[in-house]
């Protein structure tokens, strides 16, 4: 099934994120779950999903966070604690955006990676020393070799705010 389109204002907050995050040079960008996301250092920080703000926060604040207005778990149930939609209402202020996208930077060096896959061998390869050799001379260089590292940018004040002023 085709993914839909994304709204103007889903675009827009993609935009005032990828904006925010454009100093560093260790954000990736996924969709995960029909949610559009922001993975920094290889860990899922900030994601988007219509005009909701996904944010992942430490676990112990959990209970404290969760009592906040304009914020909804991920997961009623508990199972994915840290982890808090927060409604336009909840980020419509410069101090109240860069609050959030402040805690979810803090807490994602602390944060754990999801384990990387394994990929899958035949037998064929798995057998011979020699075959093993040469598929990793065949393989492509990692993706994140081949990226120019960017330069740190100032972070720029995004239309989003232009009321603010």
């Known amino acids: 099934m085709p993914a839909r389109p994304l709204s103007d204002e889903t675009l827009h907050l993609i935009d005032a994120v990828r904006s925010a995050l454009a100093h560093r040079s260790d954000v990736d960008e996924r969709t995960l779950f029909g949610c559009y996301c922001f993975f920094v250092d290889g860990k899922l920080c900030i994601g988007i999903k219509g005009e909701d703000l996904l ?68 037998t064929a390869d798995a057998k011979t020393p020699a075959a093993k050799a040469a598929a990793k001379k065949a393989a492509p260089p990692p993706a994140s070799a081949a990226k120019p590292k960017k330069k740190p940018a100032a972070r720029k004040k995004h239309s989003i705010f232009e009321a603010d002023d």
């Open 55 to 122: 944010v992942r926060l430490p676990p112990e604040r959990h209970g404290a966070l969760q009592e906040m207005q304009n914020t909804r778990e991920l997961s009623p149930g508990g199972g994915m604690k840290g982890y808090f939609w927060v409604e336009p209402n909840g980020y419509a202020t410069r101090d109240q955006w860069n609050y959030w996208l402040d805690e979810a930077l803090a807490y994602n060096p602390l944060a754990k990676a999801a384990p990387p896959k394994k990929k899958k061998t035949t």
